[in-house]
């Protein structure tokens, strides 16, 4: 059965959409790469996985995702750093699609955290999105990449709880797409 997969990097990040879509932990999956975590529906439809943060831990999950599941869409959900103090912590953006009543911008995936934006040429900045779509791109057609602001590159890591709420705040304008 075709699948609708959705990525994170953080148990914070899934945790609402977990709540949301009912999603249960399988645990009987074989060879799932270390780390991760991985959730479905009851009825199939739905298939989340928690990488852990990076282009390695990324990397990983995608590549046994698609190897053993069949994907007809693949959202990354996740939390981004932004450049500009103007925008407010919890805005939904989408990075690779134009879509109605969401804010588009340009992301900058790295593989250590900025802590400063001196060098950065786009608005927000993560350490996975590229990564998602690079895969993605290999094996599906219908891909979303969305990016919650949560700090402006400051270097202490968003509390787990304030994650939970800025997904859970962005719920109402992602369920559409999912």
Same mark, same amino acid.
Do not use: H, W
């Given at each position: 059965?075709l ?14 959409l ?5 999603l ?5 999956v ?6 991760n ?22 990397e990983?999950?995608?590549e ?52 400063s !934006?001196?060098?950065?040429?786009t ?12 895969i993605?791109?290999?094996?599906? !057609? !219908? ?5 919650i602001?949560? !700090? ?16 859970q705040?962005s ?8």
């Amino acid at each position: 059965m075709l699948k609708t997969l959705i990525y994170t990097a953080l148990l914070p990040e899934a945790q609402s959409l977990i709540n949301f879509l009912k999603l249960k932990q399988d645990t009987s999956v074989q060879n799932l790469p270390q780390g991760n975590k991985l959730y479905t529906s009851e009825d199939n439809e739905y298939l989340l996985i928690i990488s852990g943060i990076g282009k390695k831990n990324c990397e990983k999950s995608l590549e046994f995702v698609y190897k053993n599941f069949e994907i007809k869409k693949a959202i990354n959900i996740g939390i981004s750093g932004c450049s500009d103090s103007s925008i407010k912590i919890g805005t939904l953006f989408c990075t690779n699609r134009l879509l109605p009543n969401i804010n588009f911008a340009a992301i900058t995936t790295v593989d250590e955290p900025l802590m400063s !934006d001196e060098n950065l040429e786009t608005l927000l900045v993560d350490m996975e999105a590229k990564y998602f779509e690079i895969i993605s791109k290999k094996y599906c !057609d !219908d891909i979303y990449t969305f990016k919650i602001v949560s !700090d402006y590159l400051e270097e202490e890591i968003p509390k787990k709880a304030f994650v939970i709420e800025l997904v859970q705040n962005s719920i109402p304008n992602l369920k559409k797409f999912l």
